[in-house]
């Protein structure tokens, strides 16, 4: 149980009217559905049957069943009280091989979306969150700059379905993820270790993005267009030369490289100089196109990292420092509200855009049903803690407008597999029954949501 006497006391109401608060997921995490409806495979397809590759051997074939499950998925956001609720288009449902338009694709978005609006929830859809159809992986995926075509193609078509009814759109979930992990660590798919066709990959992301944003605002009647970005607080491991100028290329390139582009000041210096060689092409006109207005920026935010020197380690010369003695989540993640709240002041000073909506952030733990509860309290601590950081920051002056909590559903944590659960909804993946977890409770009992909210505290 958590200890209430520890928790900071704290109300929707000290939130400004009109403030988002939502739950987030995507596709390829919690549909399922992988043949359904004209669905072809995504690189996450391809990459999970690769032996080795994702920690239980598991894929998203089957996830959630989302796909079928999403009357009542959307009942359990609503039933948290909930305004907005964000989710991913997957591409694979709507273009295969560049053919025409996959039409029970569209039309599974656009039954999700009234299912959102009947149920007063804002639709808040991701365009990319990493389920790349194969086929353009096959034609050298993110690494070939025929895909920021592809990707505008694909932006259209599904803007012109759905914009109608949705006026805010993501373009892309974590472009460092989609870079890095899938093409740099190789931790993600599709696999590929090689820094130069990460960074060639980085800036096709961005690139697409820009592209993106005026094909949206065309299509969308008052639109309001950004992109999700994950950020780190970076701190050096101690206070000697040479950690602290990892600590900065290593920021270079986990913030800096997406931050410092979307708002016009080109690609940072001091990380084009550390990578050399595999510095990406830039054509005439690019850094233009992806630096196009934006509305808001999205933070997902998880923890802050702390950076040592290491001559001769990855292009920067650098390493992460496991610190001991900190709270961390059974992920290994640091806790550390604190960095959240650093990062929005950041963004607001450094980048100022118009608005910043926190569009992830939670936490993953070895849940146990306990006669068909899950009593999660250290993730309701970690929910209570950075709202409570948020809170000051908006008091502070930083304009934040809206939080997702990440997320609605336990769900495929990508090379993790079914063994991290972040939802504040536990799902049994053999039964697929949905509980909602002390967390959710908690997040209820805040947001005044939803029937039979307890009169005593909850969790
Ligand atoms: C983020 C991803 C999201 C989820 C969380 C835990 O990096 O955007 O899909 O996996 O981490």
Not at 229 to 247: C, F, G, K, N, T
Not at 300 to 328: D, K, T
Not at 409 to 427: I, K, M, P, S
Request: net charge negative; proline share 6%; glycine share 10%.
């Amino acid at each position: 149980m958590t200890n209430n006497a520890l928790m900071p006391a704290l109300a929707r109401a000290d939130f400004p009217p009109g403030f988002i608060w939502g739950t987030s997921t995507s596709s390829y995490q919690i549909e399922g559905a992988r043949h359904e409806d004209g669905r072809v495979d995504s690189i996450w397809d391809t990459f999970s049957a690769r032996p080795g590759r994702v920690r239980d051997g598991s894929s998203g074939t089957v996830a959630c069943d989302h796909y079928h499950r999403w009357p009542g998925d959307l009942d359990i956001a609503r039933g948290l009280g909930t305004n907005a609720y964000r989710f991913s288009i997957a591409w694979p449902r709507i273009f295969g091989d560049g053919a025409a338009p996959n039409t029970k694709g569209l039309d599974f978005y656009d039954r999700l979306v009234d299912g959102m609006l009947e149920r007063g929830l804002q639709p808040w859809p991701t365009l990319y969150h990493w389920d790349l159809p194969q086929a353009l992986q096959d034609r050298g995926g993110w690494m070939a700059r025929d895909i920021v075509h592809r990707f505008a193609q694909y932006v259209d078509v599904v803007t012109r379905r759905l914009g109608d009814r949705v006026p805010q759109w993501i373009t892309h979930n974590e472009p460092w993820c989609t870079a890095m992990h899938g093409h740099m660590d190789g931790m993600h798919a599709p696999g590929i270790r090689d820094v130069a066709s990460a960074l060639q990959a980085s800036h096709h992301v961005l690139l697409s993005h820009g592209l993106a944003v005026p094909v949206i605002r065309a299509n969308v009647p008052g639109a309001r267009v950004g992109a999700a970005l994950s950020l780190h607080p970076i701190r050096p491991a101690s206070e000697s030369p040479e950690d602290r100028a990892a600590a900065h290329r290593h920021d270079g390139l986990r913030n800096r490289w997406f931050l410092d582009p979307l708002f016009g000041k080109g690609y940072p210096a001091d990380v084009l100089d550390a990578v050399r060689d595999a510095a990406p092409r830039i054509e005439a006109g690019d850094l233009e196109a992806i630096a196009a207005p934006t509305d808001f920026t999205g933070l997902n935010y998880y923890f802050p990292e702390v950076i040592a020197a290491a001559p001769g380690e990855g292009p920067l010369h650098a390493r992460v420092v496991h610190r001991e003695g900190v709270e961390r989540t059974a992920f290994g993640w640091e806790v550390a509200p604190g960095g959240m709240a650093q990062l929005l002041h950041r963004i607001h000073a450094e980048y100022g855009p118009k608005a910043i909506y926190v569009t992830e952030n939670g936490s993953c733990y070895d849940d146990a049903v306990i006669d068909g509860q899950v009593h999660d309290a250290q993730r309701t601590s970690y929910l209570v803690r950075h709202l409570a950081a948020l809170k000051h920051t908006l008091d502070e002056g930083v304009p934040v407008a809206g939080y997702f909590a990440w997320s609605l559903l336990d769900n495929f944590e990508w090379a993790e597999g079914y063994t991290r659960r972040f939802g504040l909804t536990h799902v049994d993946f053999a039964t697929q029954q949905r509980i909602l977890k002390d967390s959710g409770k908690w997040y209820r009992q805040f947001l005044g949501g939803g029937e039979a909210v307890s009169k005593s505290p909850q969790a």
